[in-house]
């Protein structure tokens, strides 16, 4: 049908698709009129109900008619599809020249590090270039992303440039959600993904080719990976191993993995830098102030700022848009373009959509966009200088959230995102001596920074019991390792001796924080797993379950209480939530009049029925007990007995193990009421340590529970035993 295609290829014109359909009617029409000027079906009639008069006139006049509505312009006829202009674009990438060298590499060598400028081509080209030479054929193409927006985007964009449906050929698998089908050959997933692939086929059969992309980010489970995968390529010496890298870490893992270096050369073009003069109290609102200034005062080009988090690219979006309604039409349109992890899948792609003529977009982006994802038309950066980054604490066993200053490598790709596809220019609110005196050079890998916990279980159901002599790229401190040995004993994961227990085994089944799979597990004890995997499903879809329109801020806080009635707790109200939820039958209505989030919740139906297939994997029996809370916390307590705190005075609490000041936050049903004994999901440092997510407990429980990690002088009630003061608080250094 020549009239879709033409009308799809033209991108530009959002009407070309409607006129192109009405040239074809009208096409049509001609044929259909005959000689007797009289329409010859109803359809006919129908589509032209206000046109008729007009075409009869036209017909009438018979050359002028076939001049004026017929005409197939030659361009039109050879109008390029959507598939084929895709295809031109592949060709005109940096990697595109390369190809029959990069091909000829990969089939010299089963070990191959790739190293590309961000934009190059390496995540969207290398699969289809591999499938193209036929690889596919003796197994799949799998490419790991460090991020699940990254997996999902790529493999749409690829779907679309092989002409596929997304989830058949081409498919992405992400926690929680496997978009592929039997036909799928080229597979984009979260590293996670691939990690967690390895407990059912440890020595990926199914695949021909692995690619670790984005493998500068050096993310846990990355890491993780590049040892696992070191090993399997000894004896599965069909298997390619590519490493694709944006920056130029490549002489390590070329080192790691005693491989070549294909180098794909970027296009470059120069980025001026500025750097503030003194340094910024606030840099949401000079980011904000700086986004209007470059609108009002340089030529056109979009611009792309990078925040820490979904919560600040709102505070930002929202004041950026009261400010350019302020402004009314004095400025030209500012297209504002959030993009985060949870950001819905038809949102993400708007930042993809071209700029129209007089308009600059702004992109307000996490980390996602210094490397994962290129966004074409970027001509200014700001650069706040922030990321939020994990830390963890082996000492105290305390995980957080920091919004940290960047590394100079960050601030270097960062700048980079200018400078495409023309001149960009770079705007760091940070002040020059900063960048050379205060930033690190190198981001810490997360293997360094983290809790270990998961990735033990992980190693240890793969049957790597020695930690310590596992090929690490760079090892975890032997502290974090400990710590997570320790963790994992304490649940009952492992025996003394450091094996895995049958209840770990059935933990590891979870893709969930050992803590939350073991109150799963806990939970067929309990009687509850029905109620406790809903509860899972909602602690996993993180703090985006309520919204608060500020116009709507009392109506929105009086429906979130709602649940809380009887000062039920956090993972109680969470749990009402989802019933409530579920006894509308999953209305929607009934999640605008709660200020619920709609989609969070669907998310949480999709986790929550995968975890329930996992129940039965693992042999519990789905039980429902929802009037016995009590039942409900203390399968809470089973997986987070570590997460305890006691009040003391002024409304702060005392952690019992590992002592340090924390808070309730102030989003909990709890914030008011500070109950004597607490159990919590998880810390969290913004302007204080605040506990997220908390219940009350009674502290009795956690003898009965955890005999082996409490005694009951740890929970009695006396002010004899003060903890020396200070001691909690070098934590968080
Ligand atoms: O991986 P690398 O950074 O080398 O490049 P890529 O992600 O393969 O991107 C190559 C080109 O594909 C970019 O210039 C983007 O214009 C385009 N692309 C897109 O339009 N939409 C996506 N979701 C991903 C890439
Ligand atoms: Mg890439």
New binding site residues.
Partial sequence: QRYRDSGAGDKMNPFAEQEAWEDHQIGKAKMKFGSDNKPKDDEFQYVFEDQIDFIKASVIDGVEFENKFLPESPEDSIAKSELERLQA??KT???YPLRDELLQAVNDYQVLVIV???????????PQYLHEAGYTKRGKIGCTQPRRV?AM??A???SQEMGVKLGHEVGYSIRFEDCTSEKTVIKYMTDGMLLREFLGEPDLASYSVVMV??AHERTLSTDILFGLLKDIARYRTDLKLLI?S?TLDAEKFSEYFDAPIFK?PGRRYPVEIHYTKSPEADYIDAAIVTVLQIHVTQSPGDVLVFFTGQEEIEAAEEILKHRTRGLGTKISELIICPIYANLPTELQAKI?EPTPEGARKVVLATNIAE??????GIKYVIDPGFCKIKSYNPRTGMESLLVTPISKASALQRAGRSG?TGPGKCFRLYTAYSYHHDMDDNTVPEIQRTNLANVVLTLKSLGIHNLVDFDFLDPPPSEALLRALELLFALSALNSLGELTKLGRRMAEFPLDPMLSKTIVASDKYKCSDEIISIAAMLSIGNSIFYRPKDKQVHADNARLNFHTGNVGDHIALLKVYSSWKETNFSTQWCYENYIQVRSMKRARDIRDQLQGLLERVEIELTSNPNDLDAIKKAITSGFFHHTAKMQKNGSYRTVKNPQTVYIHPSSGLAQELPRWVIYHELVLTTKEYMRQVTELKPEWLVEIAPHYYQMKDVEESGSKKMPRGKGRAVMD
Avoid: H, M, N
């Avoid at 590309?116 to 290398?126: L, R």
């Fill in positions: 674009d592949r990438l940096p990697i590309g400028e961000t934009g190059s081509g390496k995540t969207t080209q290398i990254a985007s790529v749409a964009r690829v992309d984005e694709s944006a794909i993809f490397t994962s994802l290129t966004i074409d495409r």
